[in-house]
């Protein structure tokens, strides 16, 4: 009832209605999910990695230069690490999109007929009869181009990927790292005494995860309290463990 009611008030609008009303309703999508993702891998590791390494050092008694030379060696290789890991994913995926873009294009040239019949078996799931569908059939038989990007959307549920993404990708991971990194190891900085400095450490970090968790639950669609309170609980465990390993070893 409610679909008809719309529909039949679409029907009854005037056409310079309708454009009006386009344009006062602009949609407002957020369209950067893969740079926000590459963020929060960055930032999620860096604020957690060196943290519990720093926690770890602390827990054997080592100088505050000692886990400071060491944290910043580690935020250095990881930011690397992270930022290689995050190019070659962006690129397998590339390569991923072109074999399968390939496959389809000898598929439509070599068994057209079939690719044909798949489209209109694409589009009765969204509840189109034959005849509503034939004429789009038609329409994407004659349009090559169109009819690949179709198959490759809607069959293959594969977006183009930007060429620029796997640099893109690797570079935004690995300067995530590096300030989410280098944010524990502030304290080791300006405090000698390596205690002091850890504890100072420990309320910078957790501060720092909760507001990024926080962050991360509103761009992400997540409760950002729960959000907040899940990356500040996995960062103070991963501490805690690495602090509790160097006090068991040196204590054995």
């Not at 720093?54 to 580690?74: P, V, Y």
């Not at 992270?82 to 873009?101: F, I, P, Q, T, V």
């Not at 761009?219 to 068991?248: D, V, W």
Request: charged share 20%.
């Amino acid at each position: 009832m409610v679909l008809e009611a719309v529909n039949g008030s679409q029907q009854d609008r005037p056409a310079e209605e309708e454009e009006e009303l386009l344009e006062r309703h602009r949609e407002d999508h957020f369209t950067a999910g893969e740079v926000v993702r590459d963020v929060i891998i960055g930032v999620s590791d860096g604020l957690t990695v060196p943290f519990a390494l720093a926690a770890g050092l602390s827990g054997a008694n080592a100088a505050s230069s000692l886990i400071l030379t060491a944290g910043l060696a580690e935020v250095a290789a990881g930011a690397i690490s992270m930022g290689l890991g995050g190019y070659l994913a962006a690129k397998s995926e590339a390569d991923h999109y072109r074999r399968e873009l390939r496959r389809e294009q000898e598929e439509i040239i070599s068994v057209p007929d079939t690719e044909a019949a798949e489209i209109g078996e694409i589009l009765s799931r969204y509840g189109l009869q034959p005849n509503e569908y034939g004429p789009i059939v038609s329409a994407l038989r004659k349009n090559p181009r169109a009819w690949l990007e179709f198959m490759m959307k809607f069959e293959l549920g594969l977006e183009k990927p930007d060429p620029r993404r796997a640099l893109q990708s690797a570079m935004t991971i690995a300067l995530a790292y590096v300030a989410g990194g280098l944010l524990p190891l502030l304290p080791y900085m300006f405090v000698p005494a390596a205690q002091k400095a850890m504890l100072i450490s420990v309320g910078v970090t957790l501060a720092a995860l909760l507001f990024f968790g926080y962050v991360k639950g509103r761009f992400t669609g997540n409760r950002p309290i729960m959000s907040a309170l899940q990356t500040t609980l996995i960062g103070a465990a991963a501490s805690a463990a690495a602090y509790g390993m160097a006090k068991a070893v040196q204590s054995a």
